[in-house]
């Protein structure tokens, strides 16, 4: 029984997820727990195949699984013949892990090892997205001593920088990430790479930002690209294959946030590429995009138990619950905005306003501040919604707090995708000191 857009509740009236009572789930797997609608997984990235088929437009879909990883995530996309990125050793092995095709893997980072590139080459991954020149040399060591070819592309920075938060941006040109055009760094890649018989550039890559919720960025990125490819296709006779626009799609976290349906993105994407492609004349290249946030970030909820209560005569009360910055960080690091609610009775309508603080030893650890909330007590579960894109994958073992369990719910049915850490496994790594 739908109440609104961003929940569901069963006849008692309690949060479902996956068809699942979230009570249940919280009975059963305990809490802090990060529990994700498959089926909404599922919906958004078919939204996306569906708005690219529309588009009658060569096209794939990498999950940037940064947002969450996972064995049974890599699954999921492998089921929905999607494509991912990486971004390190741990993730491709995870990945291999979850026998996710080594073709549809594409491997960023701005400082990957030696390593990591041999265990990317010889696992045969699609494509190394290359991102600066000390790279491109590893790359082409690596290539040499094991007498490989590989698909790359270069990231770009075009300096654009889309309308989001300061530290989610990435496609500016002060940045850590990638090749900038204006300085010629770009094109001194370009040429680098084109002397190597073992690397094929297949394209170009730019990722401008995330949480994005308006596409004007996106074809201000494509026309720079666009520009780019003009110049090298006009120098070099260089015409890529595929034009990679990075992630960023914007999701609901709050009211606040003005969701753009996934198909006006790709719609206004392929607008500017066929534009530009033909004031240009140049084939329309296949269009890659390496959504995470807009995939997970909606479908994943967070269950937290309440514990202790600060009233402070004239403030805002505290209400703490048993997780906060060691599963999700992003309210800490970003000021991220979340809505929470009663798990046991999601339309109650609220009666006072708190702060909702995590259990961590630091005083911005609060998850939510502000929130409007029925009067809540010891053992309630509140549930924090959007929180399946960069919170258990950011999380960490701060305060030696073990890091939650991941349940899969769906169609009714729920499973324990990641198993709850143990105070064993966090010892489990250290040594004693053999005192002299
Ligand atoms: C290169 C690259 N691609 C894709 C993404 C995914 O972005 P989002 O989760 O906002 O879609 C990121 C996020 O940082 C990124 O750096």
Redesign the pocket.
């Known amino acids: 029984m739908p109440v609104n857009d961003y929940y569901h509740t069963n006849a008692q009236g309690h949060l479902t997820i996956g068809g699942v009572d979230a009570l249940a789930l919280t009975q059963k797997y305990q809490t802090p727990l990060v529990v994700y609608d498959v089926a909404q997984i599922r919906q958004q990235f078919q939204a996306l195949q569906h708005a690219f088929e529309q588009q009658q437009l060569d096209y794939e879909i990498?999950y940037?699984s940064?947002?969450f990883a996972s064995v049974a995530m890599y699954q999921v996309i492998k089921q929905l013949h999607g494509h991912i990125?990486v971004?390190s050793g741990g993730e491709l092995y995870t990945a291999l892990k979850a026998c996710f095709p080594c073709q549809k893997i594409s491997f960023?980072g701005n400082n990957k090892t030696k390593a990591e590139l041999l265990l990317a080459v010889k696992n045969r991954v699609g494509v190394i997205?290359l991102d600066n020149f000390y790279e491109i040399e590893l790359l082409k060591q690596v290539l040499a001593e094991t007498g490989s070819q590989v698909q790359v592309m270069l990231?770009i920075t075009p300096g654009v920088s889309a309308h989001t938060h300061e530290y989610?941006q990435?496609g500016q040109e002060d940045s850590k990430?990638g090749f900038d055009v204006k300085s010629g760094q770009a094109e001194q890649a370009f040429l680098q790479v084109q002397t190597s018989e073992q690397m094929e550039l297949i394209g170009l890559?730019a990722?401008i930002?995330?949480?994005?919720l308006e596409t004007t960025g996106f074809e201000l990125e494509v026309e720079k690209l666009m520009r780019l490819i003009h110049e090298w296709a006009q120098k070099y006779g260089y015409q890529p294959q595929v034009l990679n626009l990075?992630?960023?799609?914007?999701i609901r976290y709050t009211a606040a946030d003005k969701v753009l349906p996934l198909e006006t993105y790709v719609s206004q994407i392929a607008t500017a590429v066929r534009k530009w492609a033909k004031k240009y004349g140049l084939a329309v290249p296949a269009i890659w995009v390496?959504?995470?946030?807009?995939?997970v970030?909606a479908a994943g909820y967070s269950l937290y138990t309440v514990g202790s209560r600060k009233d402070v005569p004239g403030l805002l009360p505290y209400v703490a619950v048993d997780g906060g910055m060691g599963d999700n960080i992003r309210p800490a690091l970003y000021q991220a905005e979340y809505e929470a609610l009663l798990a046991r009775d999601p339309a109650a309508k609220s009666s006072e306003t708190v702060h909702l603080a995590g259990r961590y030893c630091e005083s911005g650890d609060l998850l939510i501040k502000k929130l409007p909330l029925p009067v809540t007590k010891p053992g309630d579960v509140i549930a924090m919604l959007s929180t399946g894109?960069?919170g258990y994958s950011m999380a960490s073992n701060y305060n030696r707090v073990p890091r939650p369990a991941v349940v899969f719910a769906e169609d009714g049915q729920a499973q324990e995708v990641v198993t709850r850490e143990t105070y064993e496994d966090l010892v489990s790594h250290d040594r004693f000191y053999q005192e002299k």
């Open positions: 990498s940037a940064k947002a990125d971004v960023h997205i990231r989610d990435t990430f890559h990722h930002g995330s949480q994005i990075g992630g960023g799609f914007g390496e959504p995470g946030r807009s995939i970030g894109a960069y």
